[in-house]
């Protein structure tokens, strides 16, 4: 038996039109699992599905925004009778807003809390029946460096990722006698769109992270693939609860001594 094999199973993976989602729904892929995806406009649905059909992954699309609680009911209802019951959700979906916290529009602080944490418990509230019914499932949270350290600008997302860590342990508390597993990953800083405004060449955060992090470079959507397929398998299925980091060291490490 591979404790790893994903066959059968339907993985629900938010925003995961690319970035680290488009690199999660590729591994669960990888590993027999029917891909299912949302983003917020058609035009990024059929632009993904394009790219998940050259990597060969015949996936399944639909437009829904995160934080609209009745088209994520309507969408998760829709999936359930066009693919199937949803085995694997993956709360992947959010933003961020680099903007010191005293220069921070209220309106901006909540648009980034409904996206990153709202979002996740409007999505997983939508799974959970079928999941009880179905006498399983995985919800796996998308978490942060930030959902244990803060830093300048990111105040709305460190709240929001700190939230969600907890919201992870309690989905984990009330939904584990149902053989439903919630946990969160944890990625370090990932290679994506979201951090591209980090990596400029020249920027002062990209030597700063380079020498936080033991693995002495950023990390990819691959280097979380493996973590994110033992989550979603039945290798997991009695880890409830766990934020597993995959951040190259940064949590364990104060960081190199200047020269
Ligand atoms: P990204 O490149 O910015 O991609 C985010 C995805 O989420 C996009 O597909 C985006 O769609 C979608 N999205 C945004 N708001 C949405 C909404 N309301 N409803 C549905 N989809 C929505 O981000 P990423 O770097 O891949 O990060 C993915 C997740 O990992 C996020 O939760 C992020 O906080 C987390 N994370 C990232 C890093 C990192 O270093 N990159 C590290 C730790 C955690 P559109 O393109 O249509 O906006
Ligand atoms: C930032 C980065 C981070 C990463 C990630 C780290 O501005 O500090 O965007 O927040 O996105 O969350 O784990």
Redesign the pocket.
């Known amino acids: 038996m591979n404790a790893f094999d994903l066959t059968g199973k339907i993985a629900f993976v938010t925003g995961a039109s690319y970035g680290i989602g488009y690199g999660l729904a590729k591994a669960f892929a990888s590993a027999g699992a029917t891909i299912v995806f949302n983003d917020l406009s058609q035009d990024k649905v059929d632009g993904a599905l394009a790219n998940y059909k050259a990597d060969g992954i015949v996936a399944h699309g639909y437009v829904c925004d995160v934080t609209d609680e009745d088209g994520v009911n309507a969408t998760v209802a829709q999936i359930e009778k066009e693919v199937g019951v949803i085995d694997i959700l993956v709360n992947n979906a959010g933003i ?1 807003k ?1 903007i010191p916290m005293h220069e921070m529009s209220a309106a901006d602080f909540r648009q980034v809390i409904d996206i990153d944490l709202n979002g996740p418990f409007i999505c997983s509230k939508a799974v959970i029946p079928s999941m009880i019914k179905k006498g399983h499932g995985k919800i796996i949270n998308i978490c ?3 959902s244990e350290l803060g ?1 300048e ?2 105040s709305a ?1 460190a709240a929001a ?1 700190g939230g969600l860590k907890m919201l992870t342990k309690n989905i984990a508390s009330e939904y584990g006698e149902f053989n439903i597993q919630c946990n969160g990953l ?5 290679a994506t769109p ?2 591209a405004p ?1 990596r400029e060449d020249g920027h002062p ?1 990209n030597t700063f992270i380079i020498g936080r992090t033991p693995a002495a470079r950023w990390g990819t959507p691959e280097d979380l693939q493996g973590p994110a397929i033992f989550l979603a398998s039945e290798a997991s299925n009695f880890v409830n609860g766990h934020i597993l980091y995959v ?1 190259g060291g940064i949590l364990a490490y104060i960081g190199k001594q200047p020269k």
């Not at 944890?186 to 990932?190: K, M, V």
Request: net charge positive; charged share 20%.
């Open positions: 961020i680099r942060s460096m930030m830093r600008t990111v997302y990722k944890g990625p370090g800083y990932i979201q951090t980090l955060f951040d």
